[in-house]
């Protein structure tokens, strides 16, 4: 079974949990996009529900499944918010922002009662740090921003830790849409989850990271013996 039909199963499987009236915060990503579609349809035959998208590009696509939409100024807190992961490891703690919005993914998240996690196999790992660690950054003063990060994940790891800006598709500076950069840090291990976090948390420059602590309450993950829904342990 593919990874496209992995992500498939967990969104057939997590569009169950979205129950008539709710609003729901929609994630990026291609598993994200997975759920988006499968809810469209189900908005389709009929289910009442307001999404709130953490991305233009999320935006696009449910519009276009004619998802009823709403902003996360109007509604203030949200029922359950579906997104995807680039890791998970056994604690629940989350690599985010390899589709470029962890900073709205997490507002939204924090904004939920609830959060469904949707992922594949290869998604969970033991530790974190495989896929490299998304930063999104000030766009003023980025150079020297980049150069503390790089001071500071070193001076974490005990060891030299290659940093770079992100780069779209033309070769060009990627660009959010809250209009900041982004630079991927290559750990392979982060054995202090909390700890790095804490330290990112405090770097002048850094408008947030792709490290979701506490915010993920269920995992839907989509297996080749079947979809299984995780609760936090």
């Known amino acids: 079974m593919s990874q496209d039909d992995q992500k498939r199963l967990a969104a057939e499987c997590a569009v169950e949990l979205v129950e008539d009236g709710m609003t729901i915060g929609l994630g990026t990503g291609s598993t994200a996009a997975e759920f988006v579609k499968v809810l469209g349809h189900r908005v389709e035959q009929g289910l009442r529900v307001r999404g709130v998208p953490t991305s233009s590009q999320t ?3 449910a519009k276009a499944r004619k998802i009823p939409l709403t902003s996360l100024g109007d509604v203030g807190e949200l029922d359950i918010t579906f997104d995807g992961a680039d890791e998970v490891d056994p604690q629940f703690q989350l690599i985010k922002g390899g589709g470029g919005a962890l900073v709205r993914e997490k507002i939204v998240a924090a904004a939920s009662r609830q959060v469904v996690i949707l992922v594949d196999e290869s998604k969970r790992v033991d530790c974190l740090g495989k896929f490299p660690l998304p930063v999104e950054i000030i766009p003023f003063g980025a150079r020297a921003t980049l150069n503390k ?7 974490f790891a005990g060891r030299d830790i290659d940093i ?3 780069e ?4 060009e500076a990627f660009v959010t849409d809250g209009q900041h950069y982004i630079a991927d840090a290559k750990f392979g291990r982060i054995e202090d989850v909390a700890g790095l976090a804490t330290q990112l948390n405090a770097t002048v420059g850094v408008v947030d990271h792709g490290l979701f602590i506490g915010l993920c309450d269920r995992l839907v993950v989509g297996a080749e013996s079947g979809p299984q829904i995780v609760n936090k342990p």
Do not use: P, V
């Not at 990060?149 to 001076?155: D, R, T």
């Not at 779209?168 to 070769?171: A, N, S, V, Y």
């Open 168 to 171: 779209d598709q033309f070769g």
């Open 149 to 155: 990060l790089q001071g500071l994940f070193s001076a």
């Open 59 to 61: 935006e696009e696509l």
């Open 164 to 166: 770079e800006f992100r």
